[in-house]
Nanobody, 120 residues
Framework: QVHLVESGGGLVQAGGSLKLSCVASGSFFSRYAMGWYRQAPGKQRELVADITASGSGNYADAVKGRFTISRDNNKNTVDLQMNSLKPEDAAVYLC??????????????WGQGTQVTVSS
């Protein structure tokens, strides 16, 4: 079992920055791929960025060059540094922990989410 708690959301002006953090409790954090997703009202949840157990990051086209995902396996944390924020980045951001084996998802955990609001 992995419990995820996000923090760092808030209100920021367009062009500003925020850093989201997700702390995981439970065992074997370093084995999980970690991700940040977001969901805006009336829209489907979408992947923002994820990072493999070995530290390789992957980004949605909409955030490439502006967001950076990182993880610290010693602290069981995954962060999302968000720069040059746009109003369309506003959403609830959710942390995800996923463990796969040969392409099959074995475990999939979600945090409660943290709200990001971007004013224009």
């Amino acid at each position: 079992q992995v419990h995820l708690v996000e923090s760092g959301g808030g209100l920021v002006q367009a062009g500003g920055s925020l850093k989201l953090s997700c702390v995981a409790s439970g065992s074997f954090f370093s084995r999980y791929a970690m991700g940040w997703y977001r969901q805006a009202p009336g829209k489907q949840r979408e992947l923002v960025a994820d990072i493999t157990a070995s530290g390789s990051g992957n980004y949605a086209d909409a955030v490439k060059g502006r967001f950076t995902i990182s993880r610290d396996n010693n602290k069981n944390t995954v962060d999302l540094q968000m720069n040059s924020l746009k109003p369309e980045d506003a959403a609830v951001y959710l942390c995800n922990a996923r463990l796969r084996s040969f392409g099959t998802i074995l475990y999939d955990y979600w945090g409660q989410g943290t709200q990001v609001t971007v004013s224009s």
